[in-house]
Structure formats: structure tokens, C-alpha cells
């Protein structure tokens, strides 16, 4: 063998989402964790947003001037904050669990970049179903709390393009968090060095 | 062009610092080992056995002198060529198998094949042959958890030959099995390097694999202290 002849090693975006699936599926506990708590945070974040566009749409149509306290916001802050680095934990703990996996599979040929694409995908699959948990969940909470005044029915009274651009925001935002969660226990995983990982005994 | 040694190391040397100590794990280590050879390394615990075996790997990187695979230099690649290295040319073996946990047995077999840009179907068929080979054509849709330790081991055998390497590394493999599934380990492994001429190196303290190889290299302190024909 010369140093001409030495290839590449392959591992697609495809082969990342299959192994971070069975992943999930049989680590079900800990995902159900990250993904809640997403969705609490979240959601949170959702029923503040949708009361108000439910108050400004009451408004429009000739109701009474009604609106979210700005404090609040700063709460949804601090609840979101707080979702992330409960996330960014239980992906450290993740790590450790799985260090003779990562070495393992670095001497199958993995490169840094591989592992870090495995963990990311992971939380990109959690971060998709909280979001959109999150998001349902907010979306009651938010009827449930200006149906009083404004009618249960409002919810249908929004336009529906409003609607699906609040759902599409809150779900790039909980991937976005629980992705920027997990960019140091995955960065973490891939400076793993085969050896030591191997030699750690859980 | 395809060279007889396909492992030499020349002069190599692997020093750690630990406080203001230096520990000599591997103090000047020369070695060939050619195409198709069973080699059994022995000593005792702290001997320098694993961290040549994770030198020959291309795991860890000599302090001083230089590991050749295949007559390339490892000490002169980069991170992307050693993947492929450890990818294509080495198979691993390892006393706690090492499977991952959350795939089948015919998945963790198929791994590899990924890493090496073999299509999926492909890939699956080679590691169903490969398991049959290894006579658990049965029990490929199982878990690691759902087989035994020998079953274990035999799936991480075919792991190991999953991209047709030249060299088998094997650190302990029958240090947590039983002495008859240890036999039986041991057959198979020597069975493939006669019959596929495989090169084998085994680091191990199991009297039967020794008996088993072509040569046996006894470390002590960091150095060879003899090698025997077998």
C-alpha cells in the first residue's frame, strides 16, 4: 500500500439520522426527558405568543384592547434558558454513558465530525417532537387562558398563514435550542480518543 | 504492490508523563510481523502489551520511532487517513467486545461497511454471510444484550471482518469468556487466519492462543524480552 491508495470514510447525513433513530428507540427514557423538557419551555414561550395574537385579533375585530404583561417575557426567557441547560446536561450524561461506544466507533473508522453529526442529529429529532408538543401544549394553555375573555372560539378567528408562521417559529426555535444545547456535550464526544474511551469502564 | 511485513515497527518508543515522572510503556521496540502470521504478544499487566497493540492500530501515536502498516509510515498521516486505515486495513477485537448496544447483531456488523461507503443492501448481505461464517446465522436479528458473551464475541469477529482488513487486532479476546467458549474463540480465529490468511495479532495471557501462534512475543518493561516460534 502506498499513501496515494488511501480513500475516504463515508458517513451521510441518511446513515447519521438511522443511527440517531435506533438510538432514541432504545434509549427512549432519557429522549423523553430532553424532549420535555423543551416542550415545557416552549410551550410556555407559545401560550404567551398566542395569547397575544389572540387578544390582537379580538381587538380587530372590535373587541376590547387586552394584552400580555411585558414581564412575562422575561419569565419565557429565563424558562427557555433554563430548558437549555437541563438539555445540554442530560447530553453530557449521554456522552459519558456511551464513551466506549463513541472509541468503539472511531476505530471503526469515524471521524470527529462523524460523532458530532450523531449527537446533533439526536437532539434535532428531540428538538422537532418538543417543539411541537411545545407548541400544542401552548396552544391550550393560551385558549384555555384568554377564552374567558375573548371566546373560546378565537382560535379560528386567527388567520391560518398567522398561524402556521407561529407554528414554524416555535418549532425552528426549540430545535434551535436544543441543538445550541448539545453543541458541547457533542463537541466533548468527538475529542474522544479511542484510547481512552475504550479503557473507561462504566 | 503489496510488501511481506505488513506491521514493522522500528525503534518505537511511548513515553507518558505522569506528574514529574516519565513512564516508559514502550522503550524501543523493533518488530516485523508478516503477511498471514499469528502472532502472540505476551506479559505481564503493565508490560507495554495494550499500548503496542493501540500503536499498531493507529489508536494512539509513538512518542519516538515509527509504526509501518502495509509500508506506510502511520506516524505521517492525518486524522482522515488514519480513519481510513482503521477502517479498511485493521479489524479490531477487544476483551469486552464492544458492540453497540442499540443495534441488531447484523447491524453491528454492517457498521463498518458504512464507514467504507459500501451501499446499504450490500452491506447488510455481507454481514449476514459474514455472521453465518461465524455460525450465527440464527440469531442475526438479536441484540448484544440477547446473546451470550461467545455469541458476543463471535459477532464482534465479524465485525472485525466486515471490510476484508489485513490485520486482526486482538487485545484479551478470551479474558471474559469461559474456557470452552474460549476455545472455540480461539479455533475460529485461527481457523480465518489459515483459511482467509488473515494476519493475526493477538495480545493475550490464555496459554491455548499461545500454544495456537506462529510466534510469541514476550514483553517486559517496555521491551521485547524473546520471541518464540511456535
Known amino acids: 500500500m502506498t499513501r496515494e491508495e488511501i480513500g475516504q470514510v463515508h458517513f451521510s447525513l441518511g446513515d447519521a439520522a438511522r443511527l440517531s433513530y435506533d438510538h432514541i428507540k432504545r434509549r427512549l427514557g432519557r429522549a423523553a426527558i430532553n424532549v420535555a423538557s423543551i416542550a415545557l419551555g416552549l410551550s410556555f414561550y407559545t401560550t404567551l405568543v398566542l395569547s397575544d395574537t389572540f387578544y390582537g385579533t379580538y381587538e380587530g375585530l372590535g373587541g376590547a384592547q387586552l394584552s400580555v404583561e411585558s414581564y412575562q417575557y422575561w419569565l419565557v426567557m429565563v424558562a427557555l434558558v433554563v430548558s437549555v441547560v437541563g438539555i445540554t446536561n442530560a447530553m453530557l450524561i449521554a456522552v459519558y454513558e456511551r464513551y466506549r461506544e463513541i472509541g468503539t466507533m472511531k476505530c471503526l473508522g469515524a471521524l470527529d465530525r462523524h460523532i458530532i453529526l450523531l449527537f446533533m442529529m439526536e437532539s434535532g429529532f428531540q428538538g422537532l417532537a418538543g417543539g411541537i408538543l411545545g407548541f400544542t401544549l401552548g396552544l391550550m394553555a393560551a385558549v384555555v387562558s384568554t377564552g374567558f375573555s375573548t371566546g373560546f372560539d378565537i382560535v379560528f378567528k386567527v388567520p391560518a398563514a398567522r398561524m402556521l408562521t407561529l407554528f414554524g417559529e416555535s418549532v425552528l426555535l426549540a430545535l434551535t435550542l436544543s441543538m445550541v444545547a448539545t453543541i458541547y456535550p457533542a463537541w466533548r464526544a468527538s475529542k474522544l480518543r479511542p484510547v481512552e474511551a475504550l479503557r473507561y469502564e462504566l | ?230
Open chain 2, 1 to 230: 504492490m503489496s510488501y511481506d511485513n505488513v506491521i514493522e515497527l522500528k525503534e518505537l518508543h511511548r513515553h507518558y508523563t505522569m506528574g514529574e515522572d516519565t513512564v516508559k510503556a514502550l522503550d524501543g521496540v523493533d518488530l516485523e510481523i508478516k503477511r498471514g502470521e499469528y502472532v502472540s504478544i505476551v506479559g505481564p499487566s503493565g508490560s507495554g502489551k495494550t499500548t503496542l497493540f493501540n500503536l499498531i492500530g493507529g489508536l494512539d501515536k509513538p512518542s519516538n520511532g515509527s509504526v509501518f502498516i502495509d509500508g506506510v509510515d502511520i506516524a505521517q498521516l492525518d486524522a482522515y487517513e488514519l480513519a481510513w486505515l482503521r477502517c479498511r486495513k485493521i479489524g479490531y477485537i477487544f476483551q469486552s467486545f464492544n458492540l453497540i448496544q442499540v443495534l441488531t447483531a447484523l447491524e453491528n456488523v454492517a457498521l463498518p461497511t458504512v464507514f467504507a461507503g459500501v451501499a446499504r443492501d450490500e452491506g447488510l448481505k455481507k454481514a449476514e454471510y459474514l455472521l453465518e461464517s461465524v455460525g450465527l446465522g440464527t440469531r442475526i436479528h438479536h441484540r448484544p444484550t440477547e446473546l451470550s458473551a461467545g455469541q458476543q464475541q463471535r459477532v464482534a469477529i465479524a465485525r472485525a471482518l466486515a471490510n476484508d482488513p489485513a490485520i486482526i487486532l486482538a487485545d484479551e479476546p478470551t479474558g471474559n469468556l469461559d474456557l470452552n467458549t474460549g476455545m472455540e474463540i480461539i479455533d475460529l480465529l485461527h481457523g480465518l487466519n489459515k483459511t482467509r490468511g488473515l494476519t493475526l495479532v493477538a495480545a493475550t495471557h490464555d496459554l491455548k492462543m499461545i500454544k495456537a501462534s506462529d510466534r510469541i512475543v514476550w514483553m517486559r518493561d517496555g521491551q521485547i524480552e524473546k520471541i518464540e516460534r511456535g
